[in-house]
């Protein structure tokens, strides 16, 4: 890459698509963000939402911008570009590198959203130095990724990380995946702020108003201790079998700070006993990981694994 050549950046999640436009050096130029639809209707979405980011520059810095990388969330052919399966957004086996670069006209990368916003944070944030690290991304779903000896976990399909989807709560609520009681169900920011409505009565923006009402509010403080409980429950069995040096925060919900990294920590050291249990941060990039990840992705043009 240039010194004088920029990239586009988008991270897709479950509630909200996020771009920027920035250079090798991560200034970013330009950033906005829109809502994410539901099903195929999203890929057209973000094709839209890349194409009128890149029509907010000027024509110069415009024609600098030579490629992109795109972050989806749930199962991700990176080979071919496919977008094979998300719960949460609702779409399966849908061709979306080719849509891409014919709407943007550049060569588009395409990879797994929390992959890649995990290696951004282990090997350039709060991860940096360590070679056994478990990252869990915290927002309208739950997944991870994970460095074993120095090198990132890709698993078969290319990925590794799906911690929100460990059944933790097999009597409790139905997954959109289609399981029953899967973390995400009780520790996401979505279903924070669902059950927090559906025990009090009063709806909520969203998780961070309830993190806002736990010096205060008894129901809240009761949802956000079941949800840590529930998180700690899932992530348990990662930390008996790889025993992590470290554990590190990232998404909406990390922003609770101390609120959620202390009461974690403990909920971890009465679930594990047999191996040490990992320190646990919050990461360097907070939520905008994936889109520093998704900026390094175009740069670099790879991911690497160690």
């Known amino acids: 890459m240039t010194d004088n050549e920029l990239v586009l950046g988008i991270d897709v999640g479950g509630s909200t698509i996020k771009g920027e436009i920035s250079d090798g050096w991560g200034k970013v130029v330009a950033a906005s963000s829109v809502s994410t639809p539901r099903g195929d209707a999203a890929v057209t979405a973000i094709a839209e939402f890349g194409a009128a980011l890149l029509d907010t520059l000027a024509a110069e810095p415009r024609a600098r911008v030579g490629r992109a990388a795109v972050l989806l969330p749930g199962i991700v052919d990176t080979e071919h570009g496919i977008a094979v399966f998300s719960a949460n957004i609702g779409w399966r ?53 994970l460095a074993v000896g ?69 129901v809240a403080q009761q949802v956000w201790s079941e949800a840590i409980d529930a998180l700690a429950d899932g992530l348990a069995g990662v930390v008996h079998a790889v025993s992590p040096e470290l554990l590190v925060l990232g998404g909406g919900l990390a922003a609770a700070e101390d609120l959620l990294v202390k009461p974690l920590r403990s909920a971890l050291e009465a679930r594990v006993r047999v191996v040490p249990v990992p320190d646990v941060v919050v990461g360097r990039f907070g939520s905008r990981a994936g889109l520093v990840g998704a900026g390094l992705l175009a740069c670099i043009g790879q991911r690497s694994e160690s």
């Open 93 to 145: 086996d849908v061709p979306v590198a080719g849509v891409f670069t014919e709407r943007w006209g550049m060569p588009v990368l395409v990879d797994h959203d929390v992959t890649v916003a995990g290696w951004a944070e282990w090997r350039f944030g709060a991860g940096r130095g360590y070679d056994d690290v478990c990252i869990v991304v915290l927002g309208t779903g739950i997944a991870g990724a």
């Open 150 to 218: 120095g090198r990132l976990v890709t698993g078969g399909l290319g990925q590794a990380g799906e911690f929100g989807h460990v059944v933790v709560r097999p009597n409790g609520i139905a997954c959109p995946c289609g399981n029953v009681g899967c973390v995400e169900t009780v520790a996401s920011a979505a279903a924070i702020a669902r059950e927090y409505a559906r025990r009090s009565g009063r709806s909520v923006a969203g998780a961070a108003d309830v993190v806002a009402l736990l010096a205060t509010d008894a």
